[in-house]
């Protein structure tokens, strides 16, 4: 059967329709003849016959006939019953073949009932039509009209309802339903054609204010929208965030509480004060990435290949994070540990997660947790609160764009509790795999999917973290770099990047690699590298005066210029003595910044067996003291008596910088030794670990930093804790090389190493 395309008007059975001779010519390949049968068929957007496509077509039709090819200069088609359009196709020359089946309608309301309803829509339309200067003109035209599908059909364009409703009337199966959608179409129209004049009377019924609200409604979104066509940059608050919320891609309870909130802005008005905390609310909810992204295969090469290229050494550091990138390219999300770096400042835990945001292929975002006291920084403020926020988590999320970034939570060893809730804890159901999927804001108030969210925390120590929260992560330590290390990392990555701030050429500027060496040795005291690049910086400001000044074609910087390029004086690092003194024992201690080696120092004055304890030390510290001064009271008995009679000072320079630490307590035992049996103990034997009463050299952390220092300060030997041997792993061979590790178990073993002691016997008596 021939197909005739419609737009945007209203089709329904048993009506007659007219078409200008031309267009059905066109469409049907031939004039049209009286008798021809043919087939109406809705079209969901306006096309020209060249650019209809099968898609284009609604899936009902409705059949006609053509009766009459000259009514005033149209063709006539009488409709006849809807039609289910099996198959459609359309042919070269644009003509429409269709195949289609008849779609039967539900009787569901008698003639009589149809009469009556007729005879109350002409009675409104007469009513309409007495109010009109022009209402005689069309009044007997309108009155010939025999059924309400006459009527509906004849005010088609005029009828304020879109293409997709007035194919709705058609699709309708019901016969009732059909006529109430007619109906409701139609008495709209009219109150809302009596709206528009000062003429209108108002309307008792219920049922008309029901139309009449609908009408003014849909009126008021017509005009909208139009207005919002002819000037977007004026588009209404209401109607852009109404736009924002369909596009967002919220789901569930989300777009839920969209919708409810903007059904609230409606109706308070733009002048009512809670107008704009509603607003703000929508305009965050609708910033926000609600759909995950589909992400390819990671290449684990590639990925390798950014790490190295970021960040010099960590090699244990980067083969974790690969095996973390393993795992996700098998199970296809975010999955496994949340992995936190410890470290000192400028080891690089917070830059190497740009790196493996570079290497996922992900947005970075990072989040500064130091200083945080409130736990609404992590969930939210409600929005009952004036002046109220998103958490710092959500926060993050809005400013990446991303729904699934690598996001850095940084400083969590620097969280704190106050009146105003616990933060650490806060951060269980973020960082808990099992729950945040359902992350709930309190300022957003619905769930937030954060599963595809990788991520990663940083932490000086965890000595500050609070075990619930560390229990949620896989510790990964960062140990301080070796001056080998910080040399190759200043001279491939910090020297360029700072040269090229000061926008110095490759060319006109060379640092030699004794200079480079000098800075790390004499201006530097850390563990990582952000001193350094302070000093490169520096060095490069200068350099940047003096090639203007001298007008140069090149500068080279060698380590004896470094004096007046710095500008300041070379750090003094802690240096072994030369010569041995009784009661001087050699420690090492882990520092925020790295490691670093102290002097234990006693001395034995008249007095009446008090401890006296400088330096500023610890309540740890204070009490490893006690402890060593009993352990060597029991071990030397003889000579212990000096105590009664004399007061122990012991003093650990320097008296201004705190102490504290579990890790003294051989040391303290061994100077004390030292001091009352008057043998020395060579400064270049360092040595850390904690005491127990029992005589157990205990372990401690922070071995690698702690070996750096003494390397570093010209020591030859270590004695260490028996049980962190296997800590030596994250050593960096080129301390091992310096070092002579001596692993212990007892304090006796110490004494008997530093000739203290003779072996197996009580000292002071055999």
Known sequence: ?????????????????????????????????????????????????????????????????????SANGYVAIHTKSRADIQEIRILEDHRIWTRVTERPDIGDISSAEQKEHLEKMK????????????????????????????????????????????????????????????????????????????????????????????????????????????????????????????????????????????????????????????????????????????????????????????????????????????????????????????????????????????????????????????????????????????????????????????????????????????????????????????????????????????????????????????????????????AADKYHIAAEHLLPRSMEAAGIPADRLEVTEDALRGMIDDYTMEGGVRGLKKCMDALCREAAVRLQKQDTGRLRIDREDLHDYLDRRPIRHARLPKEQKNGIVTGMAWTSAGGEILFIETLLTKGSGKIILTGKLGDVMKESAQIALSLVKSMYPRRAKVFEDHDLHIHVPEGAVPKDGPSAGITMTTAIASLITRKSVSPETAMTGEVSLRGDVMPIGGLPEKLMAAVRAGAVRAVIPKDNEQDLEDVPAQVLEKLEIIPVRTVEEVLVLTGLKEPGTVAGIA
């Open 123 to 482: 009675e409104a339309i007469l009513d309409f039509l007495s109010g009109q200067e022009w209402g005689s003109a069309v009044r007997d035209f309108m009155m010939q009209w025999s059924s309400i599908s006459e009527i509906t059909a004849g005010l088609s364009s005029r009828l304020r309802i879109s293409s997709a409703e007035k194919y709705d009337i058609l699709a309708e199966d019901s016969i009732a339903r059909r006529m109430d959608l007619m109906e409701k179409a139609v008495y709209e129209f009219l109150e809302m054609a009596k709206i528009s004049t000062e003429a209108q009377t108002a309307q008792k019924e219920d049922h008309q204010k029901i139309y009449r609200e609908s009408a003014i409604k849909k009126q008021m979104e017509y005009l909208q929208k139009e207005l919002d066509e002819m000037h977007p940059e004026n588009v209404s608050d209401v109607r852009r965030l109404e736009q924002q919320i369909e596009e967002s891609g919220m789901e569930g309870e989300a777009l839920a509480e969209a919708r409810k909130v903007l059904g609230r802005m409606k109706q308070e008005g733009t002048n009512s004060p809670e107008y704009g905390m509603l607003y703000d609310y929508l305009e965050f909810l609708t910033s926000l990435p609600w759909k995950k992204p589909v992400r390819d295969t990671i290449d684990l090469e590639k990925a390798a290949e950014i790490l190295d290229e970021d960040h010099f050494g960590l090699k244990k550091v980067k083969h974790r994070i690969l095996q973390q990138i393993a795992v996700m390219n098998l199970k296809k999300k975010q999955s496994g540990s949340i992995l936190l770096f410890v470290g000192a400042p400028g080891t690089g835990k917070t830059s190497i997660g740009q790196s493996i945001a570079k290497a996922l292929g992900r947005e970075y975002v990072r989040v500064s947790l130091g200083g945080v006291r409130d736990e609404a920084e992590i969930r939210g403020h409600r929005r009952t609160y004036i002046g109220a926020m998103p958490g710092r988590i959500i926060d993050g999320i809005r400013r990446c764009g991303c729904a699934d970034p690598v996001m850095v939570l940084d400083e969590v060893d620097k969280l704190s509790m106050s009146y105003n809730g616990d933060p650490a804890s806060a951060l269980l159901e973020v960082l808990d795999p099992e729950q945040n999927h359902t992350f709930t804001d309190h300022y957003m108030n619905v769930p937030y999917d954060l599963s595809g969210v990788v991520f990663l925390c940083t932490a000086n120590t965890v000595d500050t973290i609070p075990e619930p929260l560390l229990n949620r992560m896989e510790v990964i330590s960062f140990p301080g770099y070796t």
């Open 1 to 69: 059967m021939t197909g005739i395309p419609v737009y945007n008007a209203i089709l329904l059975p048993d009506i007659n329709l007219y078409f200008k001779p031309e267009v059905f010519s066109a469409m049907a390949g031939k004039a049209p003849e009286k008798g021809d049968k043919i087939l109406l068929l809705p079209t969901r957007t306006a096309r020209t016959k060249e650019e209809l496509e099968e898609d284009d077509f609604y899936p009902i039709g409705l059949t006609g006939e053509v009766v009459n090819t």
